[in-house]
């Protein structure tokens, strides 16, 4: 030990010895002021005089035994008080922490230590509760009600009519099947075996047995979501020889959010392969590569082009753009593959993709006709991996802006033009995939000629597959307006597909109304100023 600590250690023996000696006064002179009071020639009790004997000393003694036994047990009590409270303020301060990180992560999925039963119970009612089932919500216009879908055992009937453009779906779609019998199985179980507080008496049959009712008794239900809390289903049963229907109300309420993973995703080195077969339609390449201009080159800078053209006519043009560009921009990261035969887009993509020859690479198969933003190409980025997951975004079909911006002189920007088309569901050329998944699942089928049939067999390859195929609309991929021909030695089949895609693609319902109309507005206006003029000449 150190000569300070020493010094240290003999001070602090030396006061814990002078606070002993003190206390030891206190005692005495308290005992002191405690003792009786005699006269002044008296003598201290026990010591001389024989007034405080034996007997006096052990019920004092006992006394301070008892009270001190009493603070102890009083001490005790308090300390033991102190600690239910003190963990009761630590079970709060853990809620409160615990909903502080919900309310700063924006979601409430649990940890890893399994939530009670009763909480999580309590939850789900919690969700009946907040959902517009019992009583209705004020909502700011019709456009914040969210309405029914209805249903029967055989077919169900469908606003959003998706790609059947029906508005009874057909086929009805696995899940929701599974899901609606599931629920009709529910409600059965509700009316033939009622609890207590199910308002419904048991009804007897013609002999006197218990009434079962049946999948066959089911008339019809409703249904929808509210997102955030749950779906609801009204359902409707009745008997044929009885005049009564039978309600049941259930609710499947959304558990609260749980974390699947969180990772960080690097997309700074991700090169894109963008392939556009091609054949003539020179004037559309120019406008395809300003846009490629623009995006590829001065904005992401990790693109390369591969262009598969078809046919001799209109090649030298292609080269000729492309050199303007590598003149213009510094830029070299392309490839042109000629192909001398007739066009055919699923063979372009096939050669386009084998050209590479660098290793594994993010693809873009993309058309001539498309116009798409620096956000979309992180986008194709963000929801590709390659061996997991595919991407089939849902392209944004622009009008015929001769039609819709007649009145214009100038249409706006393509990305502002997204109240001037529709979302082009039903097509599926546009994707990006890895060029691994797409040499493992076979490519295109070559045996498919002509428009559009061999993007869905593609498509479908990968439905049949084990990787997940994310399709979804995004705002920043574009398909503008052409004049399209369908030509006569197509199937009848592609041929109406053809046909459907070429109708839509001209403008909205109302814009084709108003041509159709066009000679009974023209008439309407006529006789609108001929009665004015009539009026002011009166």
Not at 140 to 151: A, K, M, Q, R, T
């Amino acid at each position: 030990m150190s000569r300070r600590g020493l010094i240290l250690h003999t001070r602090t023996h030396w006061l814990l010895l002078g606070l002993a000696l003190l206390c030891s006064l206190v005692l005495f002179m308290y005992l002191l002021e405690c003792a009786p009071q005699t006269d002044g020639n008296a003598s201290l009790p026990g010591v001389v005089g024989e007034n405080y004997g034996k007997e006096y000393y052990q019920a004092l003694l006992q006394e301070q035994e008892e009270h001190y036994q009493t603070r102890a047990t009083s001490l005790k009590r308090q300390i033991a008080q102190l600690k239910q409270e003190l963990q009761e303020m630590s079970e709060k301060m853990r809620s409160l922490q615990e909903r502080k990180n919900v309310g700063a992560n924006g979601i409430g999925y649990q940890s890893n230590k399994e939530q009670a039963p009763s909480d999580l119970l309590e939850f789900l009612h919690s969700q009946i509760d907040k959902a517009e089932v019992s009583i209705g919500a004020k909502l700011p216009s019709e456009y914040g009600v969210i309405p029914f879908e209805s249903f029967t055992l055989m077919k169900v009937f469908q606003l959003e009519m998706g790609l059947t453009r029906h508005p009874e779906e057909k086929p009805v779609r696995k899940d929701k099947r599974d899901e609606l019998v599931e629920v009709i199985e529910a409600g059965l179980e509700v009316i033939n075996n009622p609890d207590e507080d199910d308002e419904q008496d048991d009804e007897e049959g013609p002999l006197g047995e218990k009434l079962i009712f049946n999948e066959n008794d089911f008339v019809e239900g409703y249904y929808r979501t509210e997102r955030d809390k749950g779906t609801q289903y009204e359902l409707f049963f009745k008997k044929a020889d009885l005049m009564e229907y039978r309600h049941v109300t259930l609710f499947r309420p959304f558990g609260p959010l749980m974390k699947v993973k969180s990772e960080m995703i690097d997309i700074t080195r991700s090169v894109i392969n963008i392939i556009v077969p091609l054949a003539e339609r020179t004037e559309a390449f120019v406008q395809f590569m300003q846009n490629f201009r623009d995006v590829c080159i001065h904005q992401d800078k990790k693109i390369h082009l591969t262009v598969v053209y078809f046919g001799k006519e209109g090649l030298s043009k292609v080269k000729s753009i492309l050199e303007s560009v590598t003149s213009e921009s510094n830029f070299h990261n392309y490839t042109l593959v000629s192909l001398n035969e007739e066009f055919n887009r699923g063979r372009g993509l096939n050669v386009g993709a084998r050209a590479w020859d660098k290793g594994e690479v993010l693809m873009f198969f993309c058309d001539v006709d498309i116009y798409f933003s620096a956000e979309f190409l992180n986008s194709c980025r963000l929801n590709a991996e390659p061996g997991k997951k595919v991407f089939y975004p849902v392209v944004f079909s622009l009008y015929n802006p001769a039609i819709v911006y007649a009145n214009q002189e100038v249409p706006p920007p393509v990305e502002q033009q997204l109240d001037s088309g529709f979302w082009r569901d039903f097509g599926f050329g546009m994707t990006c995939q890895y060029r691994s998944d797409f040499l493992t699942i076979g490519g295109f089928d070559m045996e498919v000629k002509g428009w559009g049939g061999e993007d869905v067999h593609l498509y479908r390859k990968y439905l049949h597959g084990d990787l997940i195929v994310i399709r979804t609309p995004v705002p920043g991929l574009f398909h503008l307006w052409h004049e399209k021909r369908c030509a006569d030695e197509l199937p009848p089949e592609q041929y109406r597909m053809c046909i459907q895609s070429k109708a839509m693609n001209e403008a909205s319902h109302s814009h084709l109304g108003m041509l159709v109309f066009r000679e009974e507005i023209e008439t309407h206006l006529h006789k609108q100023a001929y009665r004015t003029n009539s009026e002011a000449v009166g």
